[in-house]
C-alpha cells in the first residue's frame, strides 16, 4: 500500500507539472499577428468640402431707373444670347428723348446761323471793312453755337442708349437661377447697378470650387483625379479634376485655406449649383504596388508587452524595419518605403512579395506576467474610504 501511494503521488505531481508548463503556459502566452507583403493598389489623397457651381455665371442687371412693365421669364427659363428677358417702363426715357431732339435741332439752326455769320464777317475782315474786335467776336459766337451742337448731339444719344437699356436682352445662352424683380417693381439704378437676373450657361458642365487646408495645398496640382459626393444623393459618387489652384489664400478662424476649382461633367443634370460637395483629391496614385500593413513598420519587439524573456532579438541599422519571427526568434529586416494611405505603405526594396511580417501582439500575456493572476488582487487607492468596521490597509 505504501509503495502505491508513492507511485500515486509521483503520477499526480508529474500531471500537475505537465499541466503547469504546457497548458497553463499556452492558455496565457502571446500570440502573435503576421500579414504577408502583397501587391495592392495604392492611393494618397486629400479630402476637402467645397460648392457646386456653374463655370460661367452671369448677374443680369440694368443701368437705367423705372417700373419693370414686362417679364419674358422666370425660374429654369431656358435663354438664347440677345433674347428679350424684361423691359422697363420707357414714358420718361421717350419723354427725355424727345426733348434732346428738339435741343439739337435748336442748337443746330444757332450753328447754322452762326457759321453763315462768321463767314460772312471773315470775308469783310480780310477786305478790312470791319474792325478786328467785330471779326474776333463773330468768330467766338460762332465756336460757342459749334460746342452747344455737338453737346447737343451727345444728349441725344445718350437719351437713345438709354431708352435701349430699358430692353433688356440676355447676354448668354443659359439657364435662369434667379429672378430678383417682378412687374410693376421699381428699379432704381444709383451707384450699384441692381441685380434683376442670374444665367447659368450650361448646367451640364459644373464645377466644384474646394476649399483646401494649407497644410495639404502643396501636393495638390493640375489634372489630378477627384471624387466627391454631395448629400442630395449620399449612395452616388461623381468623377472630375483639378482644373485650376488658385494661389489667393483665405483666413477664417485662423485657418488657412485655399480654394481648388475641381471639373464637374453633369449630363443627368443631378448636380445642382449651391450643393455641398465632400471632396476626395487623390494627389498620388499607385498600381499594383508591393506594400505591407503600416502598423508592421510601427511594430517593436523591443518594447515592453510584444516579446517574453526566452525570446530572442536580432535587430539591425535602418530607419525603417520590419520584423519577422521563427520560434522565439525575432529578425529585423531594414526597408525603404514610399507613399502610404494610413492603412498600407509601400515598399521599395528590402523583403519581397509573399513575406510574412510580425504587425502586432493579438492577445494573451508573457511567460513572465504569469507571477501574479490579475483576477486575485486588486489595488486600492489609498484615498478610498473603507468600509464601515473594515480594517485601513496599511
Known amino acids: 500500500m505504501k509503495k502505491f501511494l508513492i507511485i500515486l503521488f509521483a503520477v499526480v505531481l508529474a500531471g500537475a507539472l505537465v499541466w503547469w508548463f504546457f497548458v497553463r503556459e499556452k492558455q496565457f502566452a502571446a500570440t502573435y499577428q503576421e500579414a504577408k507583403i502583397e501587391r495592392a493598389d495604392l492611393s494618397v489623397s486629400v479630402s476637402a468640402t467645397g460648392t457646386v457651381e456653374p463655370v460661367s455665371q452671369v ?30 417702363d420707357k414714358t420718361n426715357l421717350l419723354s427725355e428723348l424727345a426733348s434732346k431732339r428738339s435741343n439739337l435741332s435748336s442748337a443746330k439752326s444757332e450753328y447754322d446761323y452762326q457759321l453763315k455769320n462768321y463767314t460772312r464777317q471773315k470775308t469783310l475782315h480780310e477786305q478790312h471793312l470791319i474792325a478786328d474786335a467785330d471779326y474776333e467776336t463773330a468768330y467766338n459766337t460762332y465756336l460757342r453755337a459749334k460746342n ?13 442708349t438709354n431708352l435701349g437699356y430699358a430692353t433688356i436682352y440676355s447676354p448668354i445662352d443659359g439657364v435662369v437661377l434667379s429672378k430678383s424683380v417682378e412687374e410693376g417693381q421699381t428699379v432704381a439704378s444709383s451707384f450699384n447697378t441692381p441685380t434683376l437676373f442670374v444665367i447659368a ?3 451640364t458642365n459644373m464645377q466644384v470650387v474646394a476649399n483646401v487646408d494649407e497644410a495639404d495645398i502643396g501636393n495638390v496640382q493640375m489634372g489630378q483625379k477627384v471624387v466627391f459626393t454631395v448629400d442630395a444623393f449620399p449612395n452616388e459618387s461623381f468623377q472630375g479634376q483639378v482644373t485650376q489652384v488658385r494661389q489667393e489664400a483665405t483666413t477664417s478662424n485662423n485657418v488657412v485655406t485655399y480654394e481648388v476649382v475641381i471639373s464637374a461633367p453633369n449630363p443627368d ?8 460637395a465632400n471632396v476626395t483629391i487623390y494627389t498620388m496614385e499607385r498600381q499594383n504596388a508591393v506594400c505591407v500593413a503600416s502598423k508592421a513598420l510601427r511594430f517593436d519587439p523591443s518594447a515592453e508587452g510584444n ?26 529586416h531594414p526597408v ?27 492577445n494573451g500575456r508573457m511567460p513572465h506576467e504569469m507571477k501574479q493572476d490579475p483576477s486575485q488582487k486588486t489595488e486600492k ?12 490597509n496599511r
Open 381 to 392: 487607492s489609498p484615498f478610498m474610504p473603507s468600509r464601515p468596521g473594515g480594517k485601513r
Open 201 to 203: 450657361n450650361d448646367l
Open 269 to 276: 443634370l443631378k448636380l445642382k449649383p449651391g450643393l455641398t
Open 148 to 160: 452747344s451742337y455737338e453737346i447737343a448731339k451727345n444728349d441725344l444719344d445718350k437719351a437713345q
Open 307 to 332: 516579446s517574453g524573456p526566452n525570446d530572442t532579438i536580432v535587430d539591425c541599422k535602418g530607419r525603417h524595419k520590419l520584423w519577422t519571427r521563427k520560434g522565439h526568434v525575432f529578425t529585423a
Open 59 to 88: 448677374e443680369v442687371g440694368t443701368q437705367v431707373s423705372g417700373i419693370v412693365s414686362r417679364l419674358y421669364v422666370d425660374y429654369n427659363s431656358h435663354v438664347k444670347k440677345g433674347q428679350v428677358i424684361a423691359e422697363l
Open 336 to 362: 525603404e518605403i514610399g507613399i502610404t494611405s494610413g492603412m498600407k505603405t509601400e515598399i521599395l526594396s528590402g523583403m519581397n512579395v509573399g513575406e510574412s511580417v510580425v504587425v502586432a501582439v493579438e
